[in-house]
Nanobody
Framework: QVQLVESGGGLVQPGGSLRLSCAASGSIFSIKVMGWYRQAPGKQRELVAVITSGSDTNYADFVKGRFTISRDNAKNTVYLQMNSLKPEDTAVYYC?????????WGKGTLVTVSS
């Protein structure tokens, strides 16, 4: 079993920054993908960014140049640095881990961008 615990969400003004963290524990193997998805009210969950164990990254077009994903393999932790936040970035952000054909999700952390 795998557990994912997110932290770092909150309220921020437009143009501000937040850093999300997600720590994975349990049955973690070396070959895995970690990342972040988000779901805004009334919308489907969508990819934000993912990173492989070799640090290859993939970003959604709407966050390119503003968000940066990184990871600490020794700590099984993934981070999402979010800069230049916009009101449309408001959503629940979910941590994701994929390994050995299984998908795992955190409970989510709310990010609200508002003045």
């Amino acid at each position: 079993q795998v557990q994912l615990v997110e932290s770092g969400g909150g309220l921020v003004q437009p143009g501000g920054s937040l850093r999300l963290s997600c720590a994975a524990s349990g049955s973690i193997f070396s070959i895995k993908v970690m990342g972040w998805y988000r779901q805004a009210p009334g919308k489907q969950r969508e990819l934000v960014a993912v990173i492989t164990s070799g640090s290859d990254t993939n970003y959604a077009d709407f966050v390119k140049g503003r968000f940066t994903i990184s990871r600490d393999n020794a700590k099984n932790t993934v981070y999402l640095q979010m800069n230049s936040l916009k009101p449309e970035d408001t959503a629940v952000y979910y941590c994701y881990l994929g390994q050995r054909g299984m998908n795992y999700w955190g409970k989510g952390t709310l990010v609200t961008v508002s003045s």
